[in-house]
């Protein structure tokens, strides 16, 4: 929460100190008026021993009434000064950090990624940052306010009388007493409440996901009982917290109505014994009554900060996160190859885990060359390929680019040389021009045009309503998965890098697209370098290399000719996917 | 205005949904009155004990002899006054406990009414809409009408009944020093409506704000990778600062203006009860009125302020609730699929024989995607259906398991047209493994009983060794009791073989499968290949390929293209033809020489 304070930077800091001032204006106005109500009570209780100048009474109830009025329009002023402050110091401290949160996790490398889920992320960026406005904002309104109102109103009502300060303080204490014990038996069953929450969505949620096996199934009844046995706990859980919510206010009542039985009944014998006056005992019930209300804020405050506390944790917890992929910084291109992926002896291990995921693996890809990874799943083809753009860094060995270090390299200098195609679609919301021309906003026409040619799209973008400016929606979902790959495709071409690295990227194109796109691309785009993995022997027949991949180790280097004559890990992929007659014809 | 019509609507459809818990709503009530009404004695009582000390005092100044208070009086009042406020306390509570019950009750049975309303209705509705969608409106919209029920009703009931019993007080009590009080209402009312107004619009703004920044999030998290490599992050973060920019500036404004209440409320009832301090006391020197009176009415003057403000934050709260109720009623108002608990006729002694006859359907009345198909498939046949993506096969399995009816035509199966029994009837015919291999949290025992409760322990046993199932899940702890969720260490291909144990055992007489496996590795999909041998042996099958193997031993082979069914015939027939279905076959083994 403090290092959350620290972003409201200098001219932050002065509106604070503002608003510590107008907080303090505000709360000594309000006590000035009970003070005031007294002061008027007194004139009048005087009014019978002066019968003649009852004119000049009125008068002083009048002007002393006039002060009271100003005070009350002093206070309001404050209180809205306060109020404009507080909003705009919690949207300062809000929106900074909020930024930073932003530019942290877009500066995340998988390494740092998998450690956080991107819903995870997601409600870090928006949920936990609204939690955190509403409990700065109330923060930065009452809890200067309140502490200082109750205090100055100890200090008043001390001198006042002790007898009844005694009293009242047995009123705080018990209301404090009770919205512990409140906030201990509530608390808990908010996140108990959440749980259940969280427990109906995963059921509706299953339901819905799976709505044609349910009802091929016909088990709808089964999933309707389900749902009412969570649905039952959750009611359960929430009746028992709204009858306890709902004591609060009924019995903050009830104290202030005690309390204020309790000082006239006090006070009578007070002035029976001449120990209090009437005037000081009526201002004593209007003092009472803000003390009460000041430390019940400050209560209410601190139920509500534990939950902001969490949500600022969690947000440190990205600001503090530190990069593990660290910019190179040699910005000199000179002198280097064109074209060329090396590993040497390169081994990865993902943090934590003990087994290598890739376990010395060394080739090389020269200029023009099309090299393919084949394996089963969990095999490491993606994870090599992911150390390419340095997405994770290699653990030990090195991974060269056009003979270079991909550490050594400056960020934008390596991703120039890259066009990377995710395993799945990513598009983005936004035109279908903006997605192609992704990595190069300013591409031309035939730039445009020659891409989606490339990428067998140009069919279907022109059959797309309004074609280039048709809106992709978030995700690309209202595009077939199928056109997703092509459109990605596009997006790498336009870039005109000089190595292509195909994750998997042709999985959801029927046989023949898929034939007729890469030899396009071989055709088209003559020298760059294509480094794929495939599950589909069929796309990778024709690779100048291939490298069969098992459980992190190359246990096959070679043409589809050669390994199927070498390698027995290839052979069961090939038989797997197609006869011996087809493979022959192939 | 349109708008705030079908909100108020919304508001209506909810409070007559409330209606079966009238009885409870009415005790709530009473029990409200009840306290108010003590609630407004309680301030009355004080009065009378100060007006007695007043008195005492008054006249020991009068007579110069030592105050002599009346104590048997002062006890009396006080005894009472404790009483009264715990009065208020059990009726105030009271009205807590039966409003939080009935809402706690309502936001159940809402939520129970949904969830079977889900299982009602066609598929096209969710064909339309995002799941995400439809699960805010069961946890989020219910979740937001319950707790404004929650607050709103204990709250609006007392407040009102609370200005209405203060004001009736304060006539009591003096009647001037009440007019003043009660003429602040109007106004006070009336500048909290047009700051609520608009700090409600600042926050509708800032949700939208909200939702944007959730969708640029989402979008941008989870394509880090992309981004980086495509140096969009120049882009990504421009978007970010102009969407963070108006949220902060609508926040802001968001969170004044519902700020403003509190201090225009305070301020208005310190001014009300300073002017019923100078007129008060004006009077009260004129000897018109007692301090005790003043003292009272200074009291009452707040307890006037306090339930405006929380009228003022109600009708915020009920905008927001109205339009979530307008999201759940029109939810559960949703056109269902068509009745058909007349129908009594029954599929029976099922061997296999489907026709499909003059089917015609499009997923919209406007655009049939088929026109006129026919087909019979016979008892054992394999029919495998093919054709690129988004080529419609998914129809075919939608229209057979009556997800979708036809338009016109029909699908009989051994001659009973399944329009004419029930779709429970239809689907249990059918056992179904879908590419999506959807399975739910719970044991793997309760998964693969789902299509058949009754199965034994033994029969799934069986089933499991023959799809391959068994030597994993005995692997597992607590084997066949195994708890399966969200991140249970399941493959993809183990989840899909489980998929497959659960179709065997449910014994239908027919099959559906999917045979897309292109996450599973080669190892693995061996296995499923033989899984799904043994399931469809002996069975009728309709097949929605992807392997060749599988296509040339069809007995049968749809080919579809752009959602309509173009060719239909065995292997070689289809080969003959040199159609598409020819041209999709040789394309993969096209020679290197004849693309480049």
Redesign the interface.
Known sequence: MIRLLGKMGKKGAWLFALLVLLAAIQAFSDLMLPDLMGRIISIIQSAPFYESSIGNLATDVFYTGLIMLAFAIVSAAANIGVCYLASNLTMRIVSKARKEVFDKITSFSMTELDQFSTSSLVTRTTNDFSQIQTSFNQAFRFLIYAPLLAICAILMIIRKNLTLTAVTAVAIIILLAFVLLIFFIAVPKFNSIQKKTDRVNTVSRENLTGIRVVRALNAEQLEEDKFEVINTDLTKTQRFVNRSTGLIMPFMNLIMGFLSVAIVWVGSYLIQGDTLELPEMTAFTQYATQVLVGFLVVAILFVIMPRAIVCAKRINEILKTNNSIIEGKNDNLDGLEVGTVEFKDVSFTYPGAEKPVLDHVSFKAKKGETVAFIGATGSGKTTLINLIPRFYDVTSGEVLVDGRNVKDYRFYDLFDRLGYVPQKGVLFSGSLRFNVCYGKPDASDEEFKEALDIAQASEFVAKLPNQENYQISQGGKNVSGGQRQRLQIARAIVKKPEIYIFDDSFSALDYKTDKVLRAELKNKIKGATLILVAQRIGTILDADQIIVLDEGKVVGHGTHKELMKTCAVYQDIAYSQLSKEELANA | MPKMKKNANALFTLLAYLKKYRIRLIIGILLALF?VLF?IF??Y??KM??E???I???QS??TGL????D?GR??YL?VI??I???L??LG??GC??M???V???A??SL??DM??K??RLP?SY?DARQ?GD??SI??NDV?TI?QTL?QSL?TLMSSVLTLLGVAIMMLILDWRLALIAIAFVPVSLFILLRIVKKSQAHFVKQQLD?GE???H?????????????????I???AK??SI??N???D???S??YS??S???T??MG??S???I??VG??L????ITM?GT??AC??YSKQFTMPLSQIATISTNLQTASAASSRVFSFLSEQEQSDESHLVDEIEHVDGNVSFSHVKFGYNQDKIIIHDFNLETKAGQKVAIVG???AGKTTMVNLL?R?YDTNDGYIAIEGKKTKEVK??NV??N?A?V?Q?T?L??GTILENLK??R?DATLEEIKEACKLTHCDTFIEQLPNQYNFHLS?DSAL???QKQLLTIARAMI?RAPMLILDEAT?????????LIQEAMDNLTHGHTSFVIAH???TIKNSDLIIVMKDGDVIETGNHDELMKKKGFYA??YN????S?GE??
């Open positions: 306290g609630t309680g301030p009582i004080v004990i100060i007695a000390i007043t005492a005092v008054e100044e009068a030592p105050v002599s208070i104590f002062i006890t006080g006054g404790v009264t406020y715990l208020a306390f105030n509570y807590a406990i409003m939080s019950g809402t706690a009750d936001s159940k939520r129970s969830s079977k889900m299982n598929l969710f799941i439809v699960l069961i946890t979740d319950g929650n204990t909200l920044m959730n969708g999030a989402e979008e941008v998290y989870s394509a880090v990778n992309v981004i980086r490599v495509y140096k969009g992050d882009h990504a973060k970010f600062d963070n920019d949220l902060k500036n926040g802001y404004k969170l004044f700020g403003l509190f201090p225009i305070t301020m310190n001014l009860f300073a002017i301090c100078i006391g004006i009260a020197v004129r000897d301090i003043i003292v200074v009291t690129p993506t988004g398991m997800f779709r429970a689907r249990k059918f179904m879908l999506d959807w739910f949290e789902f299509g409760q969200e493959s993809a291909g449910q292109s996450s599973v590795d080669t190892r693995t999909e061996l392997r060749l193997s041209d999709l394309s993969q083994f096209a290197k693309n480049g």
